[in-house]
């Protein structure tokens, strides 16, 4: 099957510029997770779908970032404006619906804010 | 929120050494995974381990639930285990170590 894949593989922006990332998940996956990792730090959780609804959106750090999933398939994560401190990697992870699988992570987005 | 604490946090290793890698949780979760990220970026799932012990090649995890702890082995390390390995856990979302950044020299 295929694995999430997450486009662009790189962003180079300048500060106050819009950028959306995009998150195709494994066909059959409801679970969605947004995750980033800013400045060689910890791995953050940003927010989570389960098929088109936001279960949890505890983690978007601020109004400047939006996150939408289409009718439960792909997701975007917009950033509008960009600042420096966005800079980072964003993951994408997806899962089967139940608690006892694991996640499938895409290969992320490195975002560079200039 | 929870709390997960890594250890240790740089390991250097010969080529074919063993070692053990230990993941610690402030609280009970019932969603453990430990992740390698490699020199790529890329975020690979090692296992799924709620509790017990799995095996896969070189590598075996183990989770005592009960003590909210879990360890990676990672026996006759190759240079292609560099990198660094993470530990997340929680229920729905997960929350990551700062991760145990390993070289495995020739």
């Known amino acids: 099957e295929a694995g999430v894949t997450q486009f662009p593989s790189h962003s180079v922006i300048e500060k106050g510029q819009t950028v959306t990332l995009r998150c195709d998940p494994i066909?059959?996956?409801?679970?969605l997770y947004w995750y980033r990792r800013v400045m060689g730090k910890e791995i953050k959780f940003l927010l989570h779908?389960?098929?088109?609804?936001?279960?949890?959106e505890s983690g978007m750090p601020n109004n400047r970032f939006l996150a939408e999933r289409t009718g439960g398939t792909y997701s975007t994560l917009k950033v509008q404006p960009a600042e420096l401190e966005d800079s980072g990697v964003y993951f994408c992870?997806?899962?089967?619906?139940?608690?006892?699988?694991?996640?499938?992570f895409g290969s992320g987005t490195r975002l560079t804010v200039v | 929120g929870i709390q997960v604490e890594q250890s240790p946090p740089d390991l250097i290793l010969q080529e074919g050494a063993n070692s053990t890698l230990r993941c610690n949780f402030s609280?009970?979760?019932?969603?453990l995974q430990w992740f390698h990220q490699n020199p790529w970026g890329q975020l690979i799932n090692l296992f799924y381990?709620?509790?017990g012990t799995k095996q896969n090649g070189r590598l075996s995890a183990t989770t005592v639930a009960t003590e909210r702890y879990s360890l990676l082995y990672i026996s006759s390390s190759q240079t292609t285990d560099s990198g660094v390995y993470f530990c997340?856990?929680?229920?729905?979302?997960?929350?990551f170590g700062i991760g145990t950044k390993l070289q495995v020299i020739p």
């Open positions: 997340a856990g929680g229920y729905q979302k997960v929350t």
């Open positions: 992870a997806s899962s089967q619906q139940g608690l006892n699988y694991g996640y499938t």
């Open positions: 381990i709620p509790s």
């Open positions: 779908f389960v098929k088109e609804s936001k279960q949890d």
């Open positions: 609280d009970s979760v019932n969603n």
């Open positions: 066909s059959g996956h409801d679970n």
